[in-house]
């Protein structure tokens, strides 16, 4: 089993909706845990820091779920340049970041 | 702002060649990081490193080593490159503790040949 597992999709959605990603994790130990984005071409960039109690940023918000170990994205009214890859990152031990395979996104006018 | 610069976008290397990919920091980062990107594999994690001279192998270090000399300078070596080191390196940094944002170099596009 992959540490840190995405669906990987992609997602085809008109714009103005919302859309919701999962992620699952396996080490139940793991602490810390992001969303990066990665537009085509690009380096991934830092979208959010998920918390134990969620949170919120505009049109997104990011929920951790420790009992079953998933971290969650939603993204509300979505628009066209929210169009990219969307990577879950969870922290290894002290300093690893693990990445998964990333969910495609793409908001069609 | 933070800045992570890798020496090249894109490379072509012959098969068996000694190949070096630099990436330098200019933030301070303690810690920094060597990931190759495939198509439906993601960001698989090569060597990471948190110190100055201290590494740790990552998920798929064979066919690699690296070096850190220097704080803001890591550098990823393929000792003798093969087909299937096709792929896009991609370096990053971040402080130390694990909970602050990692910021990526551009990647370099590396065909072996």
């Known amino acids: 089993r992959k540490e840190v597992e995405q669906d990987p999709g992609p997602f085809n959605v008109p714009e103005g909706a919302t859309v919701a990603f999962n992620c699952t994790y396996s080490n139940s130990a793991s602490q810390s845990f992001f969303w990066y984005r990665q537009d085509c071409r690009k380096e991934p960039k830092l979208l959010m820091s998920v918390y134990s109690s969620g949170n919120e940023d505009g049109r997104f918000t990011a929920q951790l779920n420790r009992a079953s170990q998933y971290i969650s994205l939603l993204i509300r009214d979505s628009k066209l340049s929210d169009s990219a890859t969307y990577l879950c990152v969870v922290i290894k031990g002290a300093q690893k970041l693990v990445f998964g395979q990333g969910t495609r996104l793409t908001i069609n006018p | ?113």
């Open chain 2, 1 to 113: 702002d933070v800045k992570v610069t890798q020496s090249s976008r894109y490379l072509v290397k012959r098969t068996g060649e000694k190949v070096f990919l630099e990436c330098v920091q200019d933030m301070d980062h303690e810690n920094m990081f060597w990931y190759r990107q495939d198509p439906g594999l993601g960001l698989r994690l090569i060597y990471f490193s948190y110190d100055v001279k201290m590494k740790e192998k990552g998920d798929i270090p064979e066919g690699y080593s690296v070096s850190r000399e220097k704080k803001e300078r890591f550098s990823l070596i393929l000792e003798s490159a093969s087909t299937n080191q096709t792929s896009m390196y991609l370096c990053a940094s971040s402080l130390s503790g694990g909970l602050t944002e990692a910021f990526f170099g551009q990647g370099t596009r590396l065909t072996v040949v």
